[in-house]
């Protein structure tokens, strides 16, 4: 079964960091793009960044966010720095085609 299993949110000061995880099962992954979302309360879910032959961030973390993968591990990271309290949300990984995960929850507190 193809899963994804998010990991490493939590609260956190304005201005502080944290490394977000997530780990795909039951297949390979390492020629697929992967990227991360959120979602807030309210809001619609929106893109931050994904890493295939690339990278892509959205504007609003671009410079502070860095993602990356480790295809050993099928694992792919967000390394979230200078958090912001706008950043609170729900954070999902996502692979086209795969369910998404139940995400983590990123708390940033003013």
């Known amino acids: 079964q193809v899963q994804l299993v998010e990991s490493g949110g939590g609260l956190v000061q304005a201005g502080g960091s944290l490394r977000l995880s997530c780990a795909a099962s039951g297949r390979t992954f390492s020629s697929y793009a992967m990227g991360w979302f959120r979602q807030a309360p309210g809001k619609e879910r929106e893109f931050v960044a994904a890493?295939?032959?690339?990278?892509w961030y959205a504007d609003s973390v671009k410079g502070r966010f860095t993602i990356s993968r480790d295809n050993a591990k099928n694992t792919v990271y967000l390394q979230m720095n200078s958090l912001k309290p706008e950043d609170t949300a729900v954070y999902y990984c996502?692979?086209?085609?795969?369910?998404w995960g139940q995400g983590t929850q990123v708390t940033v507190s003013s």
């Open positions: 890493i295939g032959d690339s990278t």
């Open positions: 996502h692979i086209l085609g795969i369910p």
